[in-house]
């Protein structure tokens, strides 16, 4: 069965530092990835995607994520933290066999504090 | 932005109350979903539908039902609430030749005392 392990519950950077926030997940054959964000009292919205292609790919507001392949990951980055990314952020995945039904594994979340 | 809706955003009730939460979009989306969100937790896939008519249970087993009459709304329905179902539900559609990014509402925040 697929699963989506964040590691880090919670991720604390100052404005300007890297964020880097971690997704490994577990499927037997290369998923669909996605990362969600979610800011207080809102639905989530989707910041990225990969699918097929090039493994670096590029959302919105200035995050990327490198989908690896041997090392099972897909983490989110971005080089300078504004005060404005403090959300929730999700790391999902959707096998190739259910692409069509639009079931994604949600990952439990990791919260971005970011310190002025 | 996403044209998807959900009523009531927030919800107090008492046990043994009979409550429905609303979702309706806008999109003329073919999927829709509702999942269920625990502070700190991973959302769980409670319900989905394909189409206008069809309604299937998700990967958390659930007390709720669901209801697909018309493509625009999904509405879910508990019928007798209890404190366990308190928690955060959030409904998603999707366009028919999925493309990975679900459309989110904004949830609807259930306390049941």
């Known amino acids: 069965a697929q699963s989506v392990t964040q590691l880090g519950s919670h991720v604390s950077v100052s404005e300007g530092a890297l964020v880097l926030l971690r997704c490994n997940y577990s499927?037997?054959?290369?998923?669909?990835l996605f990362w969600y964000v979610q800011y207080p009292n809102q639905g989530l919205q989707l910041l990225l995607k990969y699918t097929t292609g090039a493994t670096l790919v590029k959302g919105i507001n200035g995050f990327e994520a490198e989908f690896k392949k041997s090392e099972t990951s897909f983490h989110l980055t971005k080089p300078s933290a504004h005060m404005s990314d403090a959300a929730e952020y999700f790391c999902a995945v959707s096998d190739r066999g259910s692409s069509n039904t639009g079931k994604l594994i949600f990952g439990q979340g990791t919260t971005l504090q970011v310190k002025p | 932005e996403a044209d998807i809706y959900q009523t009531p955003r927030y919800l107090v009730i008492g046990t043994g109350k009979k409550i429905t939460l609303e979702c309706s979009q806008t999109?003329?989306?073919?999927?829709m979903y509702w999942y269920q969100q625990d502070p700190g937790m991973e959302l769980h896939l409670i319900h989905y539908?394909?189409?206008?008519?069809?309604?299937e249970k998700g990967d958390l087993s659930s007390e709720s039902t669901v209801s697909r009459i018309r493509t625009e709304h999904f509405p879910l329905t508990l019928e007798s609430a209890r404190p366990s179902h308190t928690s955060q539900y959030l409904c998603?559609?999707?366009?028919?030749?999925?493309?990975?990014?679900?459309?989110f509402g904004e949830g609807s925040r259930l306390t049941v005392l």
């Open positions: 499927s037997s054959v290369p998923p669909y």
């Open positions: 998603a559609s999707t366009e028919q030749g999925f493309t990975g990014e679900l459309f």
């Open positions: 539908s394909y189409g206008v008519n069809s309604t």
């Open positions: 999109m003329g989306h073919d999927k």
